[in-house]
Protein backbone atom coordinates (compact mmCIF):
# COMPACT_ATOMS: atom_id res chain seq x y z
CA UNK A 1 0.00 0.00 0.00
CA UNK A 2 1.49 3.52 -1.01
CA UNK A 3 2.20 5.39 1.92
CA UNK A 4 2.12 9.22 2.64
CA UNK A 5 4.19 10.19 5.91
CA UNK A 6 3.93 13.59 7.13
CA UNK A 7 6.63 14.80 9.98
CA UNK A 8 4.79 17.76 12.38
CA UNK A 9 2.01 18.08 13.81
CA UNK A 10 1.15 21.92 13.65
CA UNK A 11 -1.18 23.79 11.13
CA UNK A 12 0.98 22.82 8.17
CA UNK A 13 0.99 19.18 9.47
CA UNK A 14 -2.56 18.90 10.25
CA UNK A 15 -3.75 20.19 6.76
CA UNK A 16 -1.10 18.43 5.29
CA UNK A 17 -2.71 15.36 6.88
CA UNK A 18 -6.44 16.43 5.34
CA UNK A 19 -5.47 17.74 2.15
CA UNK A 20 -4.09 14.27 1.78
CA UNK A 21 -7.14 12.36 2.79
CA UNK A 22 -9.35 14.89 0.73
CA UNK A 23 -7.24 13.87 -2.58
CA UNK A 24 -6.81 10.27 -1.28
CA UNK A 25 -10.83 9.77 -1.66
CA UNK A 26 -11.97 5.93 -1.82
CA UNK A 27 -8.55 4.68 -2.53
CA UNK A 28 -6.06 2.55 0.05
CA UNK A 29 -3.64 5.34 0.14
CA UNK A 30 -1.91 5.23 3.63
CA UNK A 31 -1.48 8.62 5.30
CA UNK A 32 0.73 8.50 8.45
CA UNK A 33 1.08 11.64 10.50
CA UNK A 34 4.65 11.80 13.02
CA UNK A 35 4.08 14.24 15.95
CA UNK A 36 5.50 13.62 19.58
CA UNK A 37 2.53 15.26 20.85
CA UNK A 38 -1.25 14.40 21.28
CA UNK A 39 -2.36 17.77 20.46
CA UNK A 40 -1.97 20.52 17.36
CA UNK A 41 -0.76 23.99 19.69
CA UNK A 42 -2.39 27.10 18.45
CA UNK A 43 1.04 28.59 18.78
CA UNK A 44 -0.83 32.15 17.71
CA UNK A 45 -2.71 31.91 20.50
CA UNK A 46 0.58 31.39 23.47
CA UNK A 47 0.62 35.06 24.05
CA UNK A 48 -2.95 34.67 26.36
CA UNK A 49 -3.42 34.43 29.64
CA UNK A 50 -4.47 31.01 29.56
CA UNK A 51 -1.98 28.84 27.60
CA UNK A 52 -3.43 25.68 27.90
CA UNK A 53 -6.37 26.42 25.85
CA UNK A 54 -4.33 27.09 22.70
CA UNK A 55 -4.43 23.06 22.18
CA UNK A 56 -6.72 20.84 20.24
CA UNK A 57 -6.13 17.47 20.27
CA UNK A 58 -5.15 15.65 17.61
CA UNK A 59 -7.19 12.94 17.48
CA UNK A 60 -10.58 14.29 16.93
CA UNK A 61 -9.16 15.77 13.79
CA UNK A 62 -6.99 13.02 12.44
CA UNK A 63 -9.28 9.89 13.69
CA UNK A 64 -12.33 10.79 11.62
CA UNK A 65 -10.17 11.13 8.34
CA UNK A 66 -8.75 8.08 8.70
CA UNK A 67 -4.97 9.32 8.93
CA UNK A 68 -2.94 7.37 12.09
CA UNK A 69 -0.82 9.60 14.20
CA UNK A 70 2.77 7.83 15.15
CA UNK A 71 3.53 10.07 18.59
CA UNK A 72 7.13 10.02 17.82
CA UNK A 73 9.90 12.54 16.52
CA UNK A 74 11.78 12.51 13.92
CA UNK A 75 15.76 12.49 13.83
CA UNK A 76 16.22 11.60 10.15
CA UNK A 77 14.99 12.33 6.63
CA UNK A 78 17.10 9.32 4.36
CA UNK A 79 15.41 10.70 0.66
CA UNK A 80 17.87 8.13 -0.78
CA UNK A 81 16.12 4.79 0.80
CA UNK A 82 12.66 7.41 1.31
CA UNK A 83 13.20 6.62 5.15
CA UNK A 84 12.30 8.62 8.35
CA UNK A 85 13.62 7.62 11.51
CA UNK A 86 11.27 8.27 14.18
CA UNK A 87 12.60 7.23 17.85
CA UNK A 88 14.58 5.13 16.94
CA UNK A 89 12.26 2.79 14.14
CA UNK A 90 12.77 3.23 10.64
CA UNK A 91 9.46 4.29 8.74
CA UNK A 92 9.29 3.93 4.79
CA UNK A 93 7.60 6.54 2.42
CA UNK A 94 6.62 7.38 -0.71
CA UNK A 95 5.58 10.77 -0.46
CA UNK A 96 7.00 13.08 2.26
CA UNK A 97 5.39 16.10 3.96
CA UNK A 98 8.16 17.75 5.78
CA UNK A 99 6.20 20.01 8.08
CA UNK A 100 8.13 20.85 11.34
CA UNK A 101 7.48 24.11 12.08
CA UNK A 102 9.78 26.43 13.43
CA UNK A 103 12.06 27.46 16.62
CA UNK A 104 12.80 30.48 18.99
CA UNK A 105 16.00 31.79 18.02
CA UNK A 106 18.15 31.72 21.58
CA UNK A 107 20.64 33.83 22.12
CA UNK A 108 24.09 32.35 22.31
CA UNK A 109 26.77 33.05 24.62
CA UNK A 110 24.44 34.98 26.54
CA UNK A 111 25.16 34.88 30.60
CA UNK A 112 22.06 33.83 32.40
CA UNK A 113 20.42 32.26 29.00
CA UNK A 114 18.96 29.65 31.13
CA UNK A 115 16.47 32.06 33.29
CA UNK A 116 15.29 33.01 30.15
CA UNK A 117 11.60 32.92 29.46
CA UNK A 118 9.61 32.43 26.33
CA UNK A 119 6.26 32.07 24.60
CA UNK A 120 7.30 29.78 21.86
CA UNK A 121 5.82 26.64 22.67
CA UNK A 122 3.20 24.91 25.03
CA UNK A 123 5.78 24.45 27.60
CA UNK A 124 7.25 27.83 27.21
CA UNK A 125 4.18 30.02 27.97
CA UNK A 126 3.14 27.63 30.51
CA UNK A 127 6.25 27.91 32.32
CA UNK A 128 6.12 32.11 32.36
CA UNK A 129 2.02 31.88 33.53
CA UNK A 130 3.04 29.36 36.54
CA UNK A 131 6.27 32.08 37.22
CA UNK A 132 4.10 34.91 37.45
CA UNK A 133 1.11 33.30 39.20
CA UNK A 134 0.32 34.85 42.16
CA UNK A 135 3.17 37.14 42.43
CA UNK A 136 1.91 40.93 42.64
CA UNK A 137 3.64 43.92 41.19
CA UNK A 138 6.18 41.74 39.12
CA UNK A 139 8.30 43.62 36.79
CA UNK A 140 8.71 41.72 33.40
CA UNK A 141 11.24 42.37 30.58
CA UNK A 142 10.26 41.40 27.33
CA UNK A 143 13.19 41.24 24.59
CA UNK A 144 12.38 41.79 20.84
CA UNK A 145 9.89 44.04 19.77
CA UNK A 146 8.77 42.28 16.85
CA UNK A 147 5.68 40.43 16.50
CA UNK A 148 5.12 38.00 19.32
CA UNK A 149 7.26 40.03 21.83
CA UNK A 150 4.73 43.03 21.00
CA UNK A 151 1.74 40.46 22.35
CA UNK A 152 3.85 39.05 25.06
CA UNK A 153 4.16 42.97 26.52
CA UNK A 154 1.22 44.00 25.89
CA UNK A 155 -0.60 41.19 27.31
CA UNK A 156 1.58 40.98 30.51
CA UNK A 157 1.18 45.07 30.46
CA UNK A 158 -2.41 43.91 32.39
CA UNK A 159 -0.29 42.55 35.65
CA UNK A 160 3.33 43.39 35.28
CA UNK A 161 5.22 46.38 35.07
CA UNK A 162 6.61 45.76 31.46
CA UNK A 163 10.18 47.04 30.03
CA UNK A 164 10.31 46.46 26.29
CA UNK A 165 14.13 46.01 25.07
CA UNK A 166 15.13 45.86 21.20
CA UNK A 167 17.85 46.19 19.48
CA UNK A 168 16.42 47.74 16.95
CA UNK A 169 15.44 51.87 17.19
CA UNK A 170 12.26 51.64 16.79
CA UNK A 171 8.98 49.36 17.82
CA UNK A 172 7.95 46.04 15.26
CA UNK A 173 10.75 47.30 12.64
CA UNK A 174 9.55 44.25 10.81
CA UNK A 175 6.25 45.87 10.57
CA UNK A 176 7.01 48.65 8.82
CA UNK A 177 5.89 52.06 9.43
CA UNK A 178 2.05 50.82 8.19
CA UNK A 179 0.56 50.23 12.27
CA UNK A 180 3.90 51.61 14.16
CA UNK A 181 1.77 54.81 15.31
CA UNK A 182 -0.75 52.17 16.75
CA UNK A 183 1.68 50.45 18.04
CA UNK A 184 3.31 53.42 19.87
CA UNK A 185 0.10 54.92 20.91
CA UNK A 186 -0.91 51.51 22.78
CA UNK A 187 2.37 50.80 24.54
CA UNK A 188 1.68 54.25 25.72
CA UNK A 189 -1.32 54.31 27.21
CA UNK A 190 -0.59 50.47 28.67
CA UNK A 191 2.50 52.25 30.52
CA UNK A 192 4.92 49.40 28.82
CA UNK A 193 8.33 51.60 28.73
CA UNK A 194 10.62 51.04 25.83
CA UNK A 195 14.16 50.84 25.31
CA UNK A 196 15.37 50.98 22.14
CA UNK A 197 18.52 50.66 20.05
CA UNK A 198 19.62 48.45 23.36
CA UNK A 199 20.03 44.25 24.10
CA UNK A 200 20.09 42.61 27.26
CA UNK A 201 23.88 41.92 28.08
CA UNK A 202 22.88 39.28 30.99
CA UNK A 203 20.64 37.65 33.02
CA UNK A 204 20.32 37.15 36.95
CA UNK A 205 18.07 36.21 39.74
CA UNK A 206 15.66 39.24 39.72
CA UNK A 207 17.75 41.55 37.42
CA UNK A 208 18.59 42.10 34.38
CA UNK A 209 21.81 44.22 32.87
CA UNK A 210 21.04 45.87 29.32
CA UNK A 211 23.66 46.63 26.92
CA UNK A 212 23.98 50.82 28.41
CA UNK A 213 24.99 49.35 31.72
CA UNK A 214 21.44 49.98 33.63
CA UNK A 215 20.52 46.88 35.74
CA UNK A 216 16.78 46.28 35.76
CA UNK A 217 14.54 44.37 37.91
CA UNK A 218 13.45 41.89 36.52
CA UNK A 219 10.90 38.81 37.98
CA UNK A 220 11.34 37.41 34.00
CA UNK A 221 13.38 38.23 31.08
CA UNK A 222 10.83 37.34 28.04
CA UNK A 223 13.16 36.13 24.96
CA UNK A 224 11.89 36.50 21.74
CA UNK A 225 14.27 36.92 19.56
CA UNK A 226 12.55 35.92 15.85
CA UNK A 227 11.73 32.02 14.52
CA UNK A 228 14.11 29.75 12.22
CA UNK A 229 13.79 26.66 10.66
CA UNK A 230 13.43 22.85 12.32
CA UNK A 231 16.72 21.45 11.61
CA UNK A 232 14.94 18.64 9.55
CA UNK A 233 15.26 21.35 6.57
CA UNK A 234 19.06 20.20 6.16
CA UNK A 235 18.51 16.93 5.59
CA UNK A 236 16.41 18.28 2.63
CA UNK A 237 18.36 20.99 0.83
CA UNK A 238 21.59 22.53 1.12
CA UNK A 239 20.17 25.80 -0.29
CA UNK A 240 18.07 27.01 2.57
CA UNK A 241 17.11 30.71 3.09
CA UNK A 242 17.89 32.95 6.25
CA UNK A 243 15.31 31.82 7.96
CA UNK A 244 15.96 28.37 7.61
CA UNK A 245 13.75 27.49 5.10
CA UNK A 246 13.30 24.76 1.89
CA UNK A 247 13.21 26.89 -1.08
CA UNK A 248 10.22 24.95 -2.97
CA UNK A 249 7.94 25.24 -6.58
CA UNK A 250 4.27 26.03 -6.83
CA UNK A 251 3.59 22.48 -6.21
CA UNK A 252 5.57 22.51 -2.97
CA UNK A 253 7.57 20.61 -3.90
CA UNK A 254 11.38 20.45 -2.88
CA UNK A 255 12.29 16.95 -4.59
CA UNK A 256 10.41 14.47 -6.58
CA UNK A 257 9.42 12.42 -3.60
CA UNK A 258 9.37 15.34 -1.22
CA UNK A 259 6.60 18.30 -0.30
CA UNK A 260 7.60 21.09 2.35
CA UNK A 261 5.00 23.26 4.02
CA UNK A 262 4.76 25.66 6.94
CA UNK A 263 7.59 27.61 8.83
CA UNK A 264 9.68 24.84 7.14
CA UNK A 265 9.34 25.83 3.37
CA UNK A 266 9.95 29.49 1.51
CA UNK A 267 7.71 29.97 -1.79
CA UNK A 268 6.69 33.11 -3.74
CA UNK A 269 4.03 34.82 -2.28
CA UNK A 270 3.73 37.12 -5.51
CA UNK A 271 6.56 38.84 -7.44
CA UNK A 272 8.29 40.48 -4.36
CA UNK A 273 7.94 38.25 -1.45
CA UNK A 274 7.98 35.10 -0.14
CA UNK A 275 5.38 33.37 2.43
CA UNK A 276 5.80 34.14 5.97
CA UNK A 277 6.32 32.13 8.78
CA UNK A 278 2.91 32.36 9.74
CA UNK A 279 -0.03 30.08 10.44
CA UNK A 280 -2.06 32.09 7.47
CA UNK A 281 0.08 30.58 5.15
CA UNK A 282 1.23 27.10 6.97
CA UNK A 283 -2.36 26.10 6.72
CA UNK A 284 -3.06 26.42 2.75
CA UNK A 285 0.58 25.41 2.16
CA UNK A 286 0.21 22.21 4.36
CA UNK A 287 -3.54 21.92 2.75
CA UNK A 288 -1.91 21.93 -0.79
CA UNK A 289 1.41 19.96 0.36
CA UNK A 290 -0.66 17.03 1.46
CA UNK A 291 -2.91 16.84 -1.45
CA UNK A 292 -0.29 16.92 -4.15
CA UNK A 293 1.85 14.35 -1.71
CA UNK A 294 -1.25 11.97 -2.42
CA UNK A 295 -2.41 12.97 -5.71
CA UNK A 296 0.82 12.58 -7.43
CA UNK A 297 1.13 8.84 -6.04
CA UNK A 298 -2.75 8.68 -7.65
CA UNK A 299 -1.34 10.54 -10.88
CA UNK A 300 -4.07 12.82 -10.27
CA UNK A 301 -3.11 16.84 -11.37
CA UNK A 302 -1.44 18.61 -8.68
CA UNK A 303 -2.59 21.86 -6.89
CA UNK A 304 -0.76 25.43 -7.11
CA UNK A 305 -0.41 26.98 -4.00
CA UNK A 306 -2.24 30.43 -4.96
CA UNK A 307 -2.11 32.19 -1.28
CA UNK A 308 -5.54 35.20 -0.38
CA UNK A 309 -4.76 38.36 0.58
CA UNK A 310 -1.56 39.08 3.12
CA UNK A 311 -3.14 40.80 6.26
CA UNK A 312 -1.57 40.50 9.57
CA UNK A 313 -3.36 41.24 13.16
CA UNK A 314 -1.58 42.42 15.93
CA UNK A 315 -2.96 41.53 19.65
CA UNK A 316 -2.17 44.94 21.92
CA UNK A 317 -3.89 43.39 25.43
CA UNK A 318 -6.02 46.06 26.51
CA UNK A 319 -5.33 48.45 23.85
CA UNK A 320 -7.30 46.34 21.64
CA UNK A 321 -5.50 45.32 18.28
CA UNK A 322 -4.28 46.52 14.73
CA UNK A 323 -5.12 44.61 11.82
CA UNK A 324 -3.41 45.57 8.91
CA UNK A 325 -3.71 44.34 5.05
CA UNK A 326 -1.37 44.55 1.96
CA UNK A 327 2.76 44.54 2.43
CA UNK A 328 2.78 47.73 3.15
CA UNK A 329 0.51 46.91 6.19
CA UNK A 330 -2.17 49.85 5.83
CA UNK A 331 -4.13 50.08 9.32
CA UNK A 332 -7.72 48.60 8.58
CA UNK A 333 -9.05 48.03 12.09
CA UNK A 334 -7.80 49.57 15.46
CA UNK A 335 -8.43 49.58 19.13
CA UNK A 336 -12.26 47.91 20.25
CA UNK A 337 -12.72 46.87 16.49
CA UNK A 338 -8.96 45.56 15.56
CA UNK A 339 -9.65 43.23 18.98
CA UNK A 340 -12.74 41.99 17.25
CA UNK A 341 -10.90 40.85 14.31
CA UNK A 342 -8.30 39.56 16.19
CA UNK A 343 -10.97 37.37 18.29
CA UNK A 344 -12.71 35.86 15.63
CA UNK A 345 -9.01 34.79 13.88
CA UNK A 346 -8.36 33.43 17.07
CA UNK A 347 -11.02 31.24 17.03
CA UNK A 348 -11.27 30.84 13.53
CA UNK A 349 -7.94 29.30 13.71
CA UNK A 350 -8.95 25.99 15.40
CA UNK A 351 -9.34 22.73 12.64
CA UNK A 352 -13.29 21.63 12.78
CA UNK A 353 -12.93 18.24 14.80
CA UNK A 354 -15.12 14.74 15.01
CA UNK A 355 -16.31 15.34 11.66
CA UNK A 356 -15.17 13.98 8.56
CA UNK A 357 -17.64 16.17 6.27
CA UNK A 358 -16.22 19.49 7.68
CA UNK A 359 -12.56 18.75 8.29
CA UNK A 360 -12.20 17.23 4.54
CA UNK A 361 -14.13 20.69 3.43
CA UNK A 362 -12.11 22.88 4.90
CA UNK A 363 -9.22 20.74 3.82
CA UNK A 364 -10.32 21.64 -0.08
CA UNK A 365 -10.43 25.44 0.84
CA UNK A 366 -7.23 26.73 0.05
CA UNK A 367 -7.54 30.65 -0.74
CA UNK A 368 -7.62 32.03 2.68
CA UNK A 369 -11.15 33.65 3.69
CA UNK A 370 -11.67 36.94 4.45
CA UNK A 371 -15.41 37.26 5.27
CA UNK A 372 -15.04 38.49 8.39
CA UNK A 373 -12.11 40.79 7.69
CA UNK A 374 -12.77 44.68 6.61
CA UNK A 375 -11.77 45.24 3.21
CA UNK A 376 -10.57 48.32 1.62
CA UNK A 377 -13.17 50.36 0.26
CA UNK A 378 -12.18 50.16 -3.17
CA UNK A 379 -12.18 45.91 -3.15
CA UNK A 380 -15.59 44.49 -3.98
CA UNK A 381 -17.25 41.95 -1.86
CA UNK A 382 -16.75 38.09 -2.77
CA UNK A 383 -19.32 36.83 -5.62
CA UNK A 384 -19.23 40.48 -6.86
C1 LIG B 1 3.50 33.70 20.17
C2 LIG B 1 3.26 33.50 18.70
C3 LIG B 1 2.32 34.28 18.05
C4 LIG B 1 2.09 34.11 16.69
N1 LIG B 1 1.13 34.86 16.10
C5 LIG B 1 0.79 34.63 14.82
C6 LIG B 1 -0.27 35.34 14.20
O1 LIG B 1 -0.90 36.20 14.81
N2 LIG B 1 -0.57 35.05 12.91
C7 LIG B 1 0.11 34.09 12.21
O2 LIG B 1 -0.23 33.85 11.05
N3 LIG B 1 1.14 33.40 12.75
C8 LIG B 1 1.50 33.65 14.03
N4 LIG B 1 2.53 32.95 14.61
C9 LIG B 1 3.31 32.02 13.78
C10 LIG B 1 2.60 30.68 13.66
O3 LIG B 1 2.32 30.17 14.92
C11 LIG B 1 3.49 29.71 12.89
O4 LIG B 1 3.80 30.29 11.65
C12 LIG B 1 2.75 28.41 12.68
O5 LIG B 1 2.55 27.77 13.92
C13 LIG B 1 3.54 27.51 11.74
O6 LIG B 1 2.87 26.30 11.59
P1 LIG B 1 3.72 24.99 11.24
O7 LIG B 1 2.78 23.86 11.23
O8 LIG B 1 4.57 25.24 10.07
O9 LIG B 1 4.74 24.82 12.46
P2 LIG B 1 4.52 24.63 14.02
O10 LIG B 1 3.29 25.27 14.50
O11 LIG B 1 5.84 25.04 14.59
O12 LIG B 1 4.34 23.06 14.18
C14 LIG B 1 5.42 22.19 13.98
C15 LIG B 1 5.01 20.79 14.35
O13 LIG B 1 6.07 19.90 14.04
C16 LIG B 1 6.37 19.07 15.15
N5 LIG B 1 7.79 18.71 15.06
C17 LIG B 1 8.86 19.53 15.19
N6 LIG B 1 9.98 18.81 15.06
C18 LIG B 1 9.61 17.52 14.84
C19 LIG B 1 10.31 16.31 14.63
N7 LIG B 1 11.64 16.26 14.62
N8 LIG B 1 9.60 15.17 14.44
C20 LIG B 1 8.24 15.21 14.44
N9 LIG B 1 7.53 16.33 14.63
C21 LIG B 1 8.20 17.47 14.83
C22 LIG B 1 6.01 19.95 16.34
O14 LIG B 1 5.84 19.18 17.50
C23 LIG B 1 4.73 20.59 15.83
O15 LIG B 1 3.67 19.69 15.96
C24 LIG B 1 2.82 33.12 15.96
C25 LIG B 1 3.78 32.36 16.60
C26 LIG B 1 4.02 32.53 17.96
C27 LIG B 1 5.06 31.68 18.65
Not at 67 to 83: G, K, M, N, Q, Y
Not at 145 to 171: I, K, M, P, Y
Not at 198 to 221: I, K, Q
Not at 307 to 330: I, M
Request: a negative charge; charged letters at 25%; hydrophobic letters at 45%.
Amino acid sequence: MAHVVIIGGGFAGVWSAAGAALARAGTDLRITLIAPSEHLVLRPRLYELKPDLATVPLDPILAPIGVEHLRASVSTIDTDRRVVVADGAAIGYDRLVLAAGSELVRPLGLPGAERLFDIDTLNGALRLTDHLRDREDCCVVVVGAGFVGLEAATELAARCQVLLVDQSSVVGEQLGPGPRGEIEAALDSLGVECRLATTVTEVGDGYAVLSDGARVEADAVVWSGGMRASALTRQISDELDHLGRVPVDHWLRALPEVFVAGDTASTAFDAEHTVMQACQHATPMGKVAGYNAAADLLRMPLREFTPGPYVTCLDLGDAGAVFTRGWDRRVMASGAEGKEVKNRINHHIHPPVDDAGKILAAADRVRIELPFFPRPEDEPAPGV
